[in-house]
């Protein structure tokens, strides 16, 4: 019971595996605790995910559940599936009668579709059916939020044509402390936490938690000329990856660093930003307002250019090939990005116009109104 008398509301959050789909679902565990500091959240996730460092972090509690990732082609594993499906269907619906769900999010991704499927009834449908409401953060819809949209309660998305039928846009969820960053105001202090030149215009370059090798290449071969045009650079290359970077007689400095734990004090630091466009790094680049170049993984489907052409068909930003980001594309680009304060002015308001930074807290009302039955 809460102050009021009244059971708190259940909120069991799906999006584990990578930070894409989990920092989506923290986002909105805060915004529902802004809304109903007594409201009960539990997140679902696998033991081999980041959601095992990136939930507790957080300071939700974490359920663990068998992972159901779906094979692509033909294999012992398509064989052995529904087996699998079966047993952590089984887990989770376990997982949602001990937090008494009131509802269940799904972020995508292999933790989702046990939950979504799991929400039903059971064979007998003597259980009751969970509401659902799926949150799609990329351009294009993948299987598991396919599968819940079926019967969700409210489908929401980041872009206008993810495929998903009924689907209503709101952005992807992004935590508050970078929605409500005032990288002006943070700028001296986040440089002096990374040792940058106060002055100097920054590049801030990272391809995701793991690196990116053609980024790291391409940039830091650049180094002589980056300072030499006064050019300052903070580069995470990657825990697993290291960084030749040549030296320069002169100029600002080019930090690197293996990760960077405040992205926060990043984003302050830099002017301008050289990165992947996975959908949560656009949402998050586009929220603080920074001018950027995207340079989407060259495989896969195509989802990532996608999740970048809003933001650059606003004038936020570029796109760039993998193939194509190469050292003297930083001497033709970039450096003459970076030296035009004007130009960075007007792409960086562009940026933050394609943003929404009020996601978190739409997809948390929504949640709401599902749990309390007055949608769908």
């Given at each position: 019971m809460n102050g009021t008398g009244k059971t708190p509301l259940s909120v069991v959050l799906a999006g584990g595996g990578t930070a894409g789909h989990i920092e989506p679902a923290m986002a909105v565990a805060d915004a529902l605790r802004e809304l109903d500091p007594g409201i009960r959240i539990t997140a679902l996730g696998t033991a081999r995910g980041l959601e095992t460092t990136l939930v507790p972090q957080r300071g939700y509690p974490l359920v663990l559940i068998p992972p159901v990732p779906l094979p692509r082609k033909p294999s012992r594993q398509m064989i052995d599936l529904p087996l699998r499906v079966r047993r952590a269907i089984k887990q989770t619906r376990a997982a949602m009668d001990e937090a008494g769900a009131d509802v269940v999010v799904g972020f995508g991704g292999y933790v989702s579709l046990p939950a979504y499927l799991a929400a039903g009834p059971g064979i007998m449908r003597r259980r009751r059916r969970i509401p659902i409401v799926v949150h799609e953060a990329n351009a294009s819809a993948g299987i598991a939020n396919k599968v819940g949209a079926r019967r969700a309660a409210a489908v929401l998305t980041a872009f206008p044509d993810s495929g998903l039928p009924k689907a209503q846009m709101v952005g992807i969820p992004v935590r508050s402390s970078i929605t409500s960053l005032d990288r002006p105001a943070?700028?001296?202090?986040?440089?002096?936490?990374?040792?940058?030149?106060p002055d100097a215009p920054t590049l801030l370059v990272f391809g995701g938690s793991q690196g990116a090798r053609s980024l790291n290449e391409a940039v830091s071969a650049a180094a002589p000329e980056l300072a030499a045009a006064g050019i300052g650079v903070l580069h995470a290359h990657g825990p697993k990856n290291s960084l030749d970077v040549p030296a320069a007689s002169s100029g600002p400095r080019y930090v690197s660093v293996p990760y960077l734990s405040r992205m926060d004090l990043a984003y302050a630091a830099a002017d301008a930003?050289?990165?992947?466009?996975?959908?949560?790094?656009?949402?998050?680049?586009?929220?603080?307002?920074?001018?950027?170049?995207?340079?989407?993984?060259?495989?896969g489907n195509g989802e990532q250019e996608l999740n970048a052409r809003p933001v650059v068909g606003a004038g936020g930003g570029i796109i760039v090939k993998d193939a194509e980001l190469t050292k003297q594309?930083?001497?033709?680009?970039?450096?003459?990005?970076?030296?035009?304060?004007?130009?960075?002015?007007?792409?960086?308001?562009?940026?933050a116009g394609a943003g929404h930074r009020s996601a978190a807290g739409e997809v948390a009302r929504i949640v709401m109104d599902v749990a309390r039955g007055q949608v769908g």
């Open positions: 943070l700028r001296a202090q986040a440089r002096e936490h990374f040792g940058l030149d930003v050289v990165c992947r466009s996975g959908a949560m790094t656009v949402a998050e680049v586009s929220a603080v307002g920074l001018p950027a170049v995207y340079v989407p993984l060259p495989h594309y930083v001497l033709d680009t970039v450096i003459p990005l970076l030296t035009d304060a004007e130009g960075l002015s007007r792409m960086g308001r562009a940026a």
